[in-house]
């Protein structure tokens, strides 16, 4: 024998905190977005800051190529005074250069400063740009001044980095307000997810205390606006067990009491054999206590049924597709002795063509025993139980010659133990039930009318399409 592969563990049921997920879904959108609020601040933050310092080297630049003077040939000179120069390089915190050249001739200033850079930036009437100069990184302003007949001048300021450096590191002060902000908000979304959590957390104990002592319905008044359709399913949920569990009480008692009866016939049937007078009497009593053996056996059988039907598990159904009329000369076949013994004609009309339905054939061939069974126990002798079909939609009718039943109890008859008031016999109830049961579970409806014959014809008549 081959040994069974080993299961594989399951991986544990993941719980979902409802607490959780709120603050999740509050949270992120929250961080997200205040975390795109301070980097576009930050951003446009420093883009402000180089604007601004690139603008007061630009007016510098302007300033100082204002004092070219040219000659005739367009040769161009600059008058630059001590002070003047003095005044371009100084700095408290960063160190400046300058150079006037034209046509790679130095008019003015220190050589070398790089004509060009990366992060470049244009201005109405110049641009700036990163660069490095005595191994030092620089800013650099670049403003050209052109006139007709002479060669363009290019003046060139540069400046350390150390005030923008110094006033970006000043801007992060303004962050922790943000900060604070968000610390806040992030506390007060807890808080609030907290206190509305709360409450449901108590409704659930509640109703939890409530399920184990009683079904009656929760009260919803208390309950918020947004829950209140799981309150109401809730109390649906509770309606529907309080119904099954009346429904199987009173099945149960009734069922008891139907055995009890049953045993109880038994019993005194015994007791007439065993003082029976001579040996015929007590065959007869034999017999008569065969019978009860028989009808027992079938009540029993009835209750078997009805204890395996679920109404819920109408999707759960092991669903084939079946002919109706093959189905029915099957179970009839089992049947022809019964109505043999009461001399009743039993007869099925066969169509042309197939009634084929998807269904669960031992649940159908159940429907269609106890419609011939009740059928030829209700007929009398030398009566008729005739089965017909239709196809669209698919049916199949059980008629016969039988008493029939009076309109104004035909509904209740669908229902556990109910027999109709003039019935006769030794029936339990169960039959037309069982077959209202599984027909439901089908989606079929079960309708009672007069036969042709003044009896009773039920039809079982399926979804079109079914």
């Known amino acids: 024998m081959e040994a069974m592969p080993p299961q594989q563990p399951q991986p544990p049921r993941r719980i979902r905190w409802l607490r959780r997920e709120l603050l999740l879904r509050l949270m992120l959108p929250l961080l997200t977005m205040m975390a795109l609020a301070g980097g576009f601040g930050l951003h446009y933050t420093h883009a402000v800051i180089e604007r601004v310092f690139d603008r007061w ?15 005739d040939r367009g040769i161009a000179a600059i008058d630059m005074s001590p002070q003047l120069k003095a005044m371009l390089l100084f700095d408290e ?50 403003v050209e001044l052109t006139r007709p007949g002479a060669a363009p001048v290019t003046m060139l300021m540069g400046e350390t980095l150390t005030k923008r450096h110094r006033a970006e590191q000043e801007l992060w002060v303004l962050l922790w307000p943000v900060v604070a902000l968000v610390v806040a908000a992030a506390l007060a979304i807890a808080i609030a997810v907290r206190r509305t959590v709360r409450p449901l957390q108590a409704i659930a104990t509640r109703w939890n205390e409530r399920s184990h002592a009683s079904l009656d319905p929760i009260g919803v008044d208390e309950v918020p606006r947004e829950l209140q359709a799981f309150a109401s399913s809730h109390n649906e949920l509770l309606a529907r067990i309080r119904t099954m569990l009346a429904r ?39 017999d008569e206590l065969g019978g009860s053996i028989q009808r027992s056996g079938r009540l029993v059988q009835q209750l078997l049924t009805f204890g395996a039907l679920d109404p819920e598990a109408r999707a759960d159904l092991d669903r084939r597709r079946i002919d109706l009329v093959a189905l029915a000369q099957d179970v009839g076949a089992t049947h022809i002795e019964q109505a043999s013994a009461r001399t009743i004609e039993l007869e099925l009309a066969a169509p042309e063509r197939p009634v084929c339905v998807a269904v669960q054939p031992e649940l159908i061939a159940d429907v269609l025993s106890n419609l011939l069974d009740n059928a030829i126990r209700y007929t009398p002798p030398g009566g008729r139980v005739l089965v017909e079909f239709e196809s669209d939609p698919p049916a199949l009718r059980v008629s016969d010659s039988g008493p029939g039943i009076p309109e104004d109890e035909r509904e209740a008859v669908l229902e556990r133990f109910v027999r109709g008031r003039d019935a006769t016999g030794d029936g339990s109830g169960l039959g037309l039930a069982i077959v209202r049961d599984i027909a439901a579970m089908h989606g079929a409806t079960v309708a009672l009318s007069d036969s042709a014959w003044g009896g009773l014809a039920v039809t079982l008549r399926f979804p079109a399409g079914h």
Do not use: C, K
């Open 93 to 142: 915190i960063d160190q400046n250069w300058f150079s006037v050249t034209q046509s790679d001739r130095l008019l003015a200033g220190q050589p070398g400063l790089p004509d060009g850079g990366t992060a470049r930036v244009h201005y109405r009437r110049g641009e700036a740009f990163d660069a490095e100069y005595l191994g030092q990184p620089v800013r650099v302003v670049r």
């Open 248 to 286: 199987e009480r009173q099945f149960a008692a009734t069922a008891a009491h139907q055995l009890r009866t049953s045993l109880t016939g038994l019993q005194l049937g015994l007791a007439r054999a065993s003082e029976a007078p001579d040996p015929q009497a007590m065959r007869r009593i034999v």
């Open 57 to 71: 080297l630009l007016d510098a630049a302007r300033s100082s190529i204002a004092l070219l003077r040219y000659d």
